[in-house]
């Protein structure tokens, strides 16, 4: 089983900037393709930006293309999202997840469909004001 666990959300000004991190347990970090997810007042999980097992690719959502960079340090079994000019519309609840089987594909696989997730933290708020 693998836990991880979120931290670096809080509130911040319009244009400011956050860096999230999360922080995975075990031994098998680097062959888990890493994704981030967002949950906004009454919106449904939206897939933020997601990170290839291999590091060798990263794809985001068009909504933060430019301001969101994800990276991965598996010496430290942590994956970041670096954010910055957010806007009030990037409030919400983020959320990292795991997904194993992505390493049994090619380098280079990564999907955006969160029940293709299997491990996933708790959330961290990210709060933006106006």
């Known amino acids: 089983q693998v836990q991880l666990v979120e931290s670096g959300g809080g509130l911040v000004q319009a244009g400011g900037s956050l860096r999230l991190s999360c922080a995975a347990s075990g031994r098998t970090f680097s062959r888990y393709a890493m994704g981030w997810f967002r949950q906004g007042p009454g919106k449904e999980r939206e897939f933020v930006a997601v990170?290839?097992?291999?590091?060798?690719?990263?794809y985001y959502v068009d909504s933060v293309k430019g301001r969101f960079t994800i990276s991965r340090d598996n010496a430290k079994n942590t994956v970041y999202l670096q954010m910055n000019s957010l806007k009030p519309d990037d409030t919400a609840v983020y959320y990292c997840?795991?997904?194993?089987?992505?390493?049994?594909?090619?380098?280079?696989?990564?999907?955006?469909?969160?029940?293709?997730?299997?491990?996933w933290g708790q959330g961290t708020q990210v709060t933006v004001s106006s």
């Open positions: 997840a795991a997904d194993r089987d992505a390493y049994y594909s090619d380098s280079d696989y990564y999907t955006t469909n969160p029940y293709e997730y299997d491990y």
């Open positions: 990170i290839t097992w291999s590091g060798s690719s990263t």
